[in-house]
């Protein structure tokens, strides 16, 4: 038996009984036979399963759009999910309305998904909603027989209906929705109705857990059957693991802090002034809203895109077990293909980086066989401090070129103290060249990932110091 996991659902309270580890889609259509959220690729891929995350922040209910095909069942304690039945009111609302009217949907497989997507924007975005925002929130969307022109176009017609509202925060927004008649007027009194549901934490097990789940973007593609029948912990009940800060010349990152937050943050984008950009390459809002950091680096994946990026940062991890609390760089954490310099039972609970100084200049480059929603062949980051055209420290490291995601080491001791010229760059990319070991494999050959890692080596320096170095002089040599 497992402790009762008791959360909003919808409208109604629910202390549900089964395993933590269970899916919210499986629990949605299996127990509490709500069909309105579809299950199709069950990877995080489509979007068919999106449902709506609401918690507590600074006593206010936040909401997120999540694909709920790879959400914990136990993750929901003290929380409300929102459903496609949950959005439902006498007449239709303005986003169902839209499709609707624009013909947007034939056979609605995808249809409950995207309601719930675009309802999680028009709750964002309020009266400043934009098109490209519209195709923000479809980004994890796959639509079979309809398409997408219809969907933009009734994208259109919610940013029209979006105009009455404010423009400020999420809460006011939702407020407003409800005095509107855009949303259901039940959702007025889920703040007070989460603050009186007992402690979350208390959905996590007492025994020694098998497995730790953060955002479950990994876990649940890889291991999905199995974990309902597993001793999981769900760290996202664990909030000190969230959050950012600065200190004494420091970030540091709770390690449960999903890419969305990672880059939405002030002091990451005054960091990492690109740092949105690189976002729409990586994944769809519903997982970014999930992937945590973490688990990001955590699954060691060679080409994890945040891990890459950390790389460059110099960035340490904390690790915890127990009371007991340990710092290890982050380029010594991967020591061969998914194996670790970490004990089973330790988590990561932080990540920390240097607040690069003002001379320091960040790239981030990533090549997939799709250009959005797909993971990197090769992707690279960087930074650089260099006074005038001397370059004095950089941090570069590579993906998808070796077992581990692959910090260089000799080509950043080779580029140190050098002048910024072609000349610098091609001997950099000789030296890069002896480092990697890329193999062949679904995501292109080892020929072309060598190819690709010179490339964006190059492109790293072309972006940065334009004036210095442009494409043809580098390539006049090759
Ligand atoms: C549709 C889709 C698209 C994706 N696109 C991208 C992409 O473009 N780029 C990219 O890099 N990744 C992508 N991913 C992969 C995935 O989203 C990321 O790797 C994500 O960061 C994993 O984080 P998580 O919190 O979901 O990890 P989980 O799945 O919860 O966990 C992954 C592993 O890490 C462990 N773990 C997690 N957190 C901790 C911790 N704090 N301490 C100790 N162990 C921990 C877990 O036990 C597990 O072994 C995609 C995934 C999907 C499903
Ligand atoms: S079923 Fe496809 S994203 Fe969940
Ligand atoms: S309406 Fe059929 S898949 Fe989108």
Redesign the pocket.
């Known amino acids: 038996m497992f402790s009762p996991i008791r959360f909003v659902l919808n409208r109604q309270e629910i202390a549900a009984a089964e395993p933590p580890g269970m899916l919210v889609l499986d629990f949605l259509r299996r127990r509490a036979m709500l069909m309105g959220t579809k299950e199709g690729c069950k990877?995080?891929?489509c979007g068919a399963c999106a449902a709506l995350i609401g918690e507590l922040r600074g006593g206010e209910a936040r909401y997120t759009p999540v694909t709920s095909c790879?959400v914990p069942l136990g993750e929901l304690a003290g929380k409300h999910l929102v459903t496609v039945e949950g959005l439902n009111m006498e007449r239709l609302s303005p986003v169902q309305d839209a499709i609707v009217a624009e013909g947007a949907t034939q056979c609605g497989f995808c249809t409950p998904g995207i309601v719930v997507s675009l309802t999680a924007q028009l709750m964002e975005k309020g009266a400043s909603l934009t098109a490209e925002e519209v195709k923000y929130a479809l980004s994890?969307h796959l639509c079979r027989c309809t398409g997408y022109a219809s969907l933009k176009r009734a994208g259109e017609l919610i940013i029209k209906d979006a105009a009455k509202l404010g423009s400020s925060s999420q809460s006011e927004n939702i407020a407003q929705m409800i005095t509107s008649g855009m949303l259901p007027e039940y959702f007025r009194e889920i703040p007070e109705r989460l603050r009186k549901i007992q402690s979350p934490a208390s959905a996590n097990g007492r025994q020694k857990p098998e497995?730790?789940?953060?955002?479950?973007?990994?876990?649940?593609?890889q291991r999905g059957e199995a974990l309902p029948d597993m001793r999981v912990e769900v760290?996202n009940l664990h909030p000190e693991?969230k959050g950012i800060s600065a200190n004494e010349g420091e970030i540091r990152v709770g390690?449960?802090t999903t890419?969305e937050e990672f880059a939405a943050h002030p002091l990451v984008r005054e960091a990492i002034p690109e740092i949105q950009s690189y976002m729409h390459?990586?994944?769809?809002w519903q997982?970014r809203n999930?992937?945590?950091?973490?688990?990001?680096i955590?699954?060691a994946?060679p080409?994890?895109?945040?891990?890459i990026l950390l790389l460059a940062l110099d960035s340490t991890l904390i690790l915890k077990n127990g009371q007991k609390s340990r710092k290890l760089p982050l380029a010594e954490f991967f020591k061969g293909y998914k194996q670790l310099a970490k004990k089973p039972s330790?988590?990561?609970?932080e990540i920390v980086f240097p607040k690069p100084s003002p001379a320091a200049r960040i790239n981030f480059e990533k090549v997939s066989k799709r250009k959005r929603?797909?993971?990197?062949s090769v992707n690279s980051a960087i930074k650089i401090t260099a006074r005038g055209r001397v370059i004095q420290k950089v941090n570069l490291s590579v993906g998808g070129v070796a077992p581990i995601p692959l910090f260089m080491r000799r080509t950043c001791e080779f580029l140190a103290e050098k002048e910024i010229t072609p000349e610098t760059v091609a001997q950099a990319a000789v030296i890069a060249q002896q480092e990697i070991s890329p193999i062949s494999d679904v995501r292109g050959s080892a020929e072309y990932k060598r190819l690709l890692a010179r490339q964006l080596l190059f492109a790293h320096f072309v972006k940065l110091f334009a004036g210095y170095v442009n494409l043809r002089e580098l390539f006049a040599d090759l």
Request: hydrophobic content about 50%; cysteine-free.
């Open positions: 990877e995080g891929d790879l994890g497995v730790f789940i953060a955002g479950g973007t990994d876990l649940y593609v760290l693991m390690a449960l890419f390459w990586n994944a769809s997982i999930r992937a945590t950091l973490g688990g990001n955590v699954n994946s080409i994890g895109d945040m891990t330790e988590i990561v609970s929603l797909d993971i990197a």
